[in-house]
């Protein structure tokens, strides 16, 4: 009566302390420049090394520049974290990824495509998107910064055990709609605390139907409906993505590997804290017009009325309209947007730069719109060139850009500015999230895309109808 959750769980708990803390053991930890040099400051005044260094793995990303990285960085805060993050991998014999090494990227993509994330794993960084390795069956979440110090010293963490919780999503997904639009869906029905004190486990037909890059998306916004976390079991398509990887098992070893990774999966009679289930009949292309993940509609929606809720209630969601320059009852659609932003550990990846580039070829940028794609990788930026994308993309009059999270939380140069509207891929749209006073609206890359060649909000599919395939 186990669910995934519970069999990943108490297989890496050491010990359980009065109260109903556990001390869980971490099979792999991730570290980036922006949360890892007060952990190893902390080390150093303690005078405590590192415990199992070949068990984390770092790569730069958050700040870093997503134009002309051979150059030294401008940034100075930038230029001296991004040094700190490189002297503390070095010292302490922890393997590291630098600006323009063909590894490098936003850590949440690098560790599935080199085959660093496998199932059945715990993982940590210091980074509220980790979430996005469980789609590969592991327990994946988001420590702060004391305790990166304390998985660096003991490679084990204190976390209370969550809830469990299971969202269903059964049928087959309308023709334009991706898997973006399946998370934002369920956000907007949950609410950003739906899944507040739960781990949760994505299941159901449209779940299995989806690619593993589509799947990473899911888990990587379970977040944001306040969940510890997200995961989807381990099936065939997992074993595919990562055969031949780089730091998969191989040979005999990937054989007992898929064995055991096998047997990943709730128990047909597991019960959990919580669970519901969506038609994916009912889902439509998404996009948010508010300052929180959860405030997303149908493309061609209206913005909803305040009607019934609460004083509090009322007063938030007017500040959040205001902010957004929006008003009740308006549609989104034909929205002007100044800006379209194609990256992160979101939608970052390979599949989500195809779709973006084959659905504006043949097709001009709008006039008037800045679009900034930028891979999740370095790999992604090559397999993009190989392909042809790139070409695709300039003759379009884009630019594709160099791997780093960019304008997702706006910690380099790409920042949007005050008062602009950005149709973002990315993960959250809070207030100044993608600089100050910058108004995002988040959506999957065939909305971006559609934004980006028309410069106003709409709908894919009546691009598709003239002529776009997928």
Not at 59 to 71: A, C, G, V, Y
Not at 88 to 102: K, Q, V, Y
Not at 329 to 351: H, L, P
Request: hydrophobic share 35%; aromatic share 6%.
């Amino acid at each position: 009566m186990n669910t995934l959750f519970d069999k990943i769980w108490d297989a890496h708990t050491v010990r359980t302390i009065d109260g109903g803390s556990c001390v869980l053991y971490i099979d792999r930890q991730y570290i980036h420049e922006v949360t890892s040099p007060q952990a190893f400051a902390g080390l150093r005044r303690r005078g405590i090394e590192v415990f199992r260094p070949k068990q984390v793995t770092a790569s730069p990303d958050h700040n870093i520049p997503t134009k002309n990285q051979h150059l030294p960085i401008a940034e100075p805060q930038s230029a001296e974290q991004v040094a700190t993050l490189m002297r503390n991998c070095a010292e302490r014999d922890i393997t590291i990824f630098p600006i323009g090494e063909e590894h490098n990227g936003i850590i949440h993509v690098i560790g599935p495509q080199t085959g660093l994330t496998q199932p059945g794993m715990t993982i940590v960084c210091g980074d509220s998107h980790t979430s996005t390795h469980g789609a590969l069956g592991c327990i994946a979440f988001g420590i702060g910064t004391s305790e990166v110090e304390m998985a660096l010293a003991s490679q084990c963490i204190l976390q209370s055990k969550p809830k469990s919780m299971r969202i269903n999503v059964e049928g087959e997904l309308k023709e334009g709609v991706c898997s973006k639009d399946i998370i934002l869906y369920i956000i907007s029905k949950l609410g950003t605390g739906g899944g507040t004190g739960h781990f949760v486990e994505f299941a159901g037909s449209a779940i299995r139907s989806l690619s593993m890059e589509a799947r990473m998306t899911i888990c990587n916004m379970s977040i944001e409906m306040g969940a510890r976390g997200g995961m989807i079991a381990p099936d065939q398509t997992t074993f595919e993505y990562l055969k031949g990887r780089e730091f998969a098992p191989q040979g005999a070893e990937w054989d007992k590997a898929v064995e055991r990774w096998s047997k990943l999966r709730s128990d047909d009679d597991a019960v959990f804290d919580k669970e519901v289930t969506f038609s994916a009949e009912d889902i439509e292309p998404m996009i948010t017009y508010g300052t929180n993940p959860g405030m997303g509609i149908a493309i061609n929606g209206e913005i909803p009325s305040s009607e019934g809720m609460d004083a509090a209630s009322k007063t938030s969601y007017a500040k959040s309209l205001a902010y957004m320059g929006f008003a009740e009852g308006e549609k989104m659609v034909g929205k002007k947007v100044d800006y379209v932003f194609v990256g992160s550990c979101t939608n970052g990846r390979i599949e989500d730069l195809r779709a973006f580039a084959h659905f504006v070829k043949g097709r001009r940028k709008a006039e008037g719109v800045t679009a900034w794609i930028v891979p999740g990788s370095k790999e992604v930026e090559r397999l993009a060139i190989e392909e042809g994308l790139r070409d695709i993309l300039q003759e379009a009059g884009f630019e594709l850009r160099q791997p780093g999270c960019s304008a997702c939380l706006a910690m380099n140069e790409d920042k949007i500015p005050a008062g602009k509207y950005c149709v973002a891929t990315s993960n959250r749209n809070f207030e100044g999230r993608q600089g100050p006073d910058a108004r995002t609206l988040l959506a999957g890359p065939l909305v971006a895309a559609a934004a980006a060649v028309t410069g106003v909000v709409t709908d894919p599919r009546e691009l598709m109808k003239q002529g776009v395939k997928l």
